[in-house]
């Protein structure tokens, strides 16, 4: 076997390779194992005929793959970190040690021959690993879910999207809140300079606090996410409640995961200098490094400085931000730690309003840099560190553990806007923008361990595949939040706000109001036959949910202890290698929540709620475009007031019927593509004596359109052009409807330069959002912001 290796390689180092762009993907399941028999495997699964003596791959493991890759790609990361280097002529590959290839080189075969292993992380179905990007590079192949681990986007029953960092870069993204608007399903329902940061995904609002990091809930700032940390961003849209347990919230509409920065094999050493309208200064360094036998441990390390004037006249946007992440990846056992400090100061915060019930139609939105109260301010501190470990106990069977704490804390100098005579519960703005306003302090503070366990077999029962996954999570955290409210008064108006009153004299420490404990366990089954032409998933997740609320005394109020089940069933099939038909099923579960204090029950905890999700469609790769369709029902409690008795409580249900369609990719070498349209058929069901029946719940919108282009110039070299249209249309602001709010559209435009200069690779970036600066409302529930203006964007990176 020796002298045929040698041979096949002198025979063949002559002709070159062929290109793995132009590979057709094929799908592979290759566990972990000796090296030698993975490599026979992804023979036996691709056309590749892979030519080796024994020795070559003696003593050598191969991590596990799987997914739908090009043959090539799945050849790079079995041979990953081995120091085996190949030729290929063809579907013919053959193998050798460096030593074995410098003398075939030395024997007259050209450099070029020899392929040089790059860095190639792909989805090998355990928690630790990245998918490959998707042609064009915006969003990946595949992505984490939780308990059924990653997958290739055409092999999942769910809708699903996953964004890179070279889109973030690209785009020049500050918050997750940029990031995810790439999408139609998700709309942000707040704008840049606020007190935080929230969502809508399929018409159900997600929060912050729902957002996971590495898979791990409770972790990321409850206010808003810097992408400087971000390797992914993935975007479930559906109930995730299954996938990683429930979320703190209880958001149904969708989930977000972010991925932390990982270093790669690739030393890495950049600086980033932005500056964005007006005077707002960021400067970044992104340092990364592996070391080791095989490159085996890795370090990356980001700091961020951020401050200036920013979208809000007289406003200030501060961020200071550092992060580092260790990892080790051995044969059978993968480890990662993070810690993150988070600082923000923003001084004149966009603030959202709310209308008193006699305006009956909105007057127009002000200027986009006007901040509606004057002097107010946000000091949030975040402090976390996470830790996963795996470990591959045998070839087929991978066992992991995560645990993190998060400490947060924000201090607020908060306005709350008053009628005259009526409480300070009552945010009231009269139809020619006209209101009054008092100051309070409004602090609070959270302290969230979370933690996630599991087990993932894979085996056959004769020719049935099986990825068995069982999982258990734990989330803890404690919330404590004082409003201290000044005792004067002043009138002010939207268009000419006028400065906040002064401040009360004493800031107290914010008490402890609630401690919430949410444990689960679950179990799947991923079953494939008909050659993985068929993917079923079945699976359950109990869920505990157990709540304490307490008075100023500390002493507990009101709590419950319930526990749901919340089942899975989801579909793949295969007709053609490039389609997939799915379908499935899901619930979502939701904490109960506490009523507020303009309620007669007041403090009350409302006990758990199930929402259900049935959704079908269909997902078509063309290669190097990608383009889906689903239909989707949504059914869930809704929260509303019964306004004769003043008492808050699940009062009917929220039903959303809708329809996605989405492309991604490359319509053609050098032209990339991010177009979805989502529409949406909201109805209140089932409500309390007909109150309401039939009305578009409150904030969510019928149609909603994305497209964006980037295009690479074919005049300039290294010049790239991009623009992105986002459409959203109408809604209402209150569940009886008769207060509405108009639809709008954004234009953003950029461009971007890649060049060399002193030997050093240089990014340039320039980006307009709101290029037409126009002026808009955006509505969270019934009360609504003015959202950004035209703002500039611009920065340099550095790689040195």
Not at 73 to 85: E, N
Not at 318 to 334: H, K, P, Q, S
Not at 721 to 728: A, C, D, F, W, Y
């Amino acid at each position: 076997m020796s002298a045929l290796a040698v041979a096949l390689a002198l025979a063949l180092a002559a002709a070159p390779a062929p290109t793995l762009a132009q590979e057709a993907p094929a799908r592979v399941d290759i566990p972990a194992q000796p090296l030698g028999d993975a490599l026979l495997q992804l023979g036996e699964q691709t056309s590749l005929q892979i030519f080796f003596a024994q020795d070559v791959v003696s003593g050598l493991n191969a991590r596990p793959v799987s997914g739908t890759l090009a043959p090539e790609a799945a050849l790079r990361v079995l041979l990953q970190g081995t120091g085996i280097d190949y030729v290929r002529n063809g579907n013919n590959v053959t193998l050798s040690r460096a030593s074995a290839t410098g003398a075939a080189n030395a024997a007259g075969a050209g450099a070029t021959d020899v392929a040089q292993l790059a860095a190639v992380t792909v989805s090998a179905g355990i928690l630790g690993d990245l998918a490959p990007a998707y042609a064009g590079g915006q969003v990946a192949t595949g992505g984490s879910l939780g308990l059924l681990g990653s997958e290739d986007v055409m092999d999942t029953p769910f809708s699903t999207v996953n964004y890179t960092s070279e889109l973030l870069y690209d785009q020049q993204a500050r918050t997750l809140a940029d990031v995810v608007v790439n999408d139609a399903s998700v709309r942000g329902l707040t704008s840049t300079g606020g007190f935080g940061e929230d969502f809508q995904i399929r018409g159900f609002p997600v929060g912050s606090g729902d957002v996971s990091v590495n898979g791990l809930y409770g972790l990321v700032s409850s206010s808003r996410v810097p992408v400087q940390i971000l390797e992914r961003v993935e975007v479930l849209k559906g109930p995730g409640a299954f996938m990683r347990g429930i979320p703190p919230n209880g958001s149904v509409g969708g989930a977000i995961n972010v991925v932390a920065k990982r270093a790669d094999d690739e030393p890495l050493a950049r600086a980033t200098l932005g500056y964005m309208s007006k005077s707002n200064v960021t400067g970044q360094i992104d340092l990364g490094r592996r070391f080791g036998e095989d490159n085996a441990w890795g370090v990356r390390f980001n700091g961020v400085k951020r401050g200036g004037e920013a979208t809000l006249r007289d406003g200030k946007q501060g961020l200071d931000m550092g992060a580092v992440g260790v990892d080790y990846r051995g044969d059978r056992l993968r480890w990662s730690l993070d810690a993150i400090h988070q600082e923000d100061v923003l001084e004149n915060i966009r603030s959202q309003i709310g209308w008193q019930d006699d305006v009956s139609e909105l007057p127009a939105p002000p200027d986009g840099r006007t901040n509606f109260y004057p002097g107010t301010r946000l000091t949030q501190r975040d402090s976390t560190v996470m830790s996963r470990l795996e470990y591959d106990f045998t070839d087929r069977i991978t066992g992991h553990v995560a645990l993190g704490y998060r400490d947060g804390d924000v201090r607020q100098i908060f306005p709350v806007t008053v009628a005259a005579g009526l409480p300070a519960q009552r945010l009231s703005v009269d139809s020619d923008g006209n209101f009054n306003v008092v100051s309070t302090y409004y602090d609070s503070y959270t302290k969230t361990f979370s933690g996630d366990a599991g087990l993932t077999a894979r085996f056959n029962t004769g020719s049935v595949g099986h990825r068995v996954a069982l999982g258990m999570t734990y989330l803890d955290q404690e919330a404590g939040n004082l409003y201290t409210r000044g005792d004067d008064t002043v009138a002010s108006n939207i268009y000419d706000p006028v400065p906040i009153p002064p401040l009360p004299g004493t800031r107290g420490e914010p008490p402890k109001v609630s401690d919430t404990a949410l444990t689960s366990i679950a179990i799947s089954d991923t079953v494939s036959f008909a050659d993985d032409r068929v993917l079923l998933t079945l699976g359950a997740r109990r869920q505990t949910v157990d709540v304490d609320s307490y008075n100023a005394a500390g002493a507990v109020t009101s709590g419950y202890r319930a526990s749901a089940v919340s089942p899975v069933a989801g579909i793949v099939v295969k007709p053609w290698d490039n389609v997939s038909v799915y379908a499935n099923f899901t619930q979502g579960l939701t904490r109960g929540t506490v009523v507020g204090e303009q309620y007669e029950n007041r403090g009350e905890v409302l006990a758990p709620f199930k929402s259900k999700q049935y959704e079908t469609g269909v997902k078509v790769d063309w290669g190097k475009l990608t383009t889906t369709a689903a239909l989707y029902q949504i059914a869930r409690p809704a929260g509303q007031a019964d306004t004769e008795n003043n008492i808050y409580g699940y009062f009917g249900e929220q039903r959303n019927r809708g329809l996605e369609l989405t492309a991604y990719g490359e319509i053609m070498p050098s032209l990339r593509l991010l177009a979805s349209a989502a529409f949406i058929d909201s109805e209140l069901t089932k409500t309390q004596g007909g109150l309401n029946q039939g009305n578009r719940p409150s904030g969510v919108p019928t149609s909603t359109y994305n497209l964006g282009l980037d295009w690479d110039t074919p005049w300039v070299d290294g010049l790239s052009l991009n623009g992105r249209v986002i459409r959203t249309s109408s809604v209402y602001l209150n569940n009886n409807n008769t207060l509405g709010l108009s639809g709008y559209t954004r234009l953003d435009v950029g461009a971007r330069y890649r060049t060399e200069i002193a030997g050093k690779e240089v990014v340039l970036r320039a980006n307009i959002e709101n290029l037409a600066d126009k002026r808009y409302w955006l509505a969270s529930g019934s009360f609504v912001t003015n959202a950004a203006g035209r703002t500039y964007m611009l920065s340099a990176s550095v790689n040195y």
